[in-house]
């Protein structure tokens, strides 16, 4: 490293799983990889707070991802698939081993600055003030930063049905179901007119229309039932006026007889070892955000997406004291959360909450080919270029909470309700690797893992960090190919990508 910066062969942004994965495939096969990482800390969700590893079909699970889990199984002495997920901590130590093993360069505090291109080649990125110089580079970030910076197009949200004449496109139905609230809770504080927090007061698009709107952000929380496990604590700031929707719910519950769990409010399957949990959000009232903070997120400065992330951070510190204090919290629920706390070996820097913000969808390139909702229903389409198989339902997490006015209802009653909710099974589909790479006018050596060319229906679906830790070994053994034959990642030897993934493990069909 010069003071001005560095030449790879190979640079990575973001040391997501994925981001790993490509470091990590290119540094086997000798090549010179630098993975920048904006924080300080790798593996993204895996080692941010998703113990619970979101599989699908395990039988399309190979390569890296495979491996992985192999690597868990080995630290825990069991067999494969016993644990549904690794502790945070365990993950990030099995990625750091791999990069260190691989003889891969991690610069972390390197958050992206400025993009230099020739033409539709990227010659250099700076990140954290210094100079990086590369023949591929590899976007890995959850928002796609490098793409966007590099003047790749995208999309964000929630696209028109007409678009892609997907069924399941735009603004859905609203739809009873268990993250639903019952009919009637009431969007109001007590004797008011005035909306209540977390609820937006802003009208819906029409059913099927695109309204550019993202599904749920949060954070997924490691909770433990240790007696060494840290209490949930009252934050500098909490204010227990926040939380009326809450009130409100619990009362139309009493009303209809309803006794509430903290399982309810909270997932608390002890998915982990050590008597831990990934705490996952669940039920009509949860650890996700819905008032539309996040929409500020995807294309935000530096500074717009701290707000969102501390207004996330507060709300969830928030969540689980009033949760677990409030007398007006039904007692099963203070109860139950009273058995948890915060994991006291996990996120020791970040006082308990996860160092990463789970950004379920942000930007979405719009690459080479298109993945959509006809390549996954009602049957798979074949791709020539099939590089690794996608296999988890279509999980669209709830986008916005609304309140329903009296002429929208035929009650004459107003009530919250939640929208988005999308949960539609697949059988296991290829994923070309034109989705991973932007079109050729648009860039030529940029592989993007995450932010993959997909439309918001079938993003849903690969979004899962098994399939990222699949594309992130795709886009680091392609970049491998396009050095080697000095050619653009588009015109890497498709068929000879193809071979070596088999022979690294990956499964390509069943």
Known sequence: MTATGRHAELVVYAATAAGVAAAVSAARH??????????????GMVSGGLGYTDVGDARVVGGIAREF????????GVRIGDYAGPEPHVAEQIFRRW?????????????????????ARIVAVTAGGKRYTA?????????????A????????????????????????????????????????RAGTDEVVPFVRNEPMADVGAGDGAVMSYGYRVCLSSGPDRRPFERRDGYDPAQWELARNWFRRLAEDG??????????????????????????????????????????????DRERVRRVH???????????????????????????????ADEFLDTDGLPHQFYVREARRMRGEYVLTQHDLLPAPRRQYDVVAMGSYHIDVREVQRVWRSAYEHPDERCEVV????????????PIPYRSLVPRFDDCSNLIVPVCVSASHVAFASVRMEPQYEMLGHIAGLAAVLALAGDREVQRVDVGELQRRLVDEGQVLAL
Request: aromatic share 10%.
């Open 69 to 76: 889990a192999a690597a868990v199984a080995e630290h825990y």
């Open 135 to 147: 023949g591929v580079f590899v976007d890995a970030g959850y928002e796609g930063d490098l793409l």
């Open 149 to 188: 910076k590099a003047g790749v197009p995208y999309a964000v949200g929630r696209e028109d049905r007409s678009l892609h004449g997907e069924s399941l496109a735009g603004r859905t139905e609203i739809r009873p179901g268990k993250h639903q609230f019952p009919h009637y809770v009431s969007p109001f």
């Open 313 to 343: 951070r507060d709300y969830t510190r928030d969540f689980f004291w009033f949760m677990s204090t409030d007398p007006d919290v039904p007692r099963g629920v203070r109860d139950g959360l009273a058995a948890w706390g915060w994991a």
């Open 258 to 303: 309803v006794e509430l769990r903290a399982d309810q409010v909270v997932g608390l399957v002890r998915n982990l070892p050590n008597g831990k949990c990934d705490g996952n959000s669940i039920g009509p009232f949860s650890l996700n955000l819905l008032d539309g903070t996040n929409r500020a997120y995807p294309d935000g400065s530096p500074e």
């Open 418 to 429: 939640n929208e988005g909710y999308q949960s539609i099974g697949v059988r296991p589909y």
């Open 99 to 119: 990069l260190e093993d691989a003889g891969v360069e991690v610069v972390h505090d390197a958050p992206l600055g400025g993009v230099e291109l020739a033409g």
């Open 30 to 43: 000798g090549v010179g990889v630098v993975l920048l990482e904006p924080g300080r800390h790798v593996g």
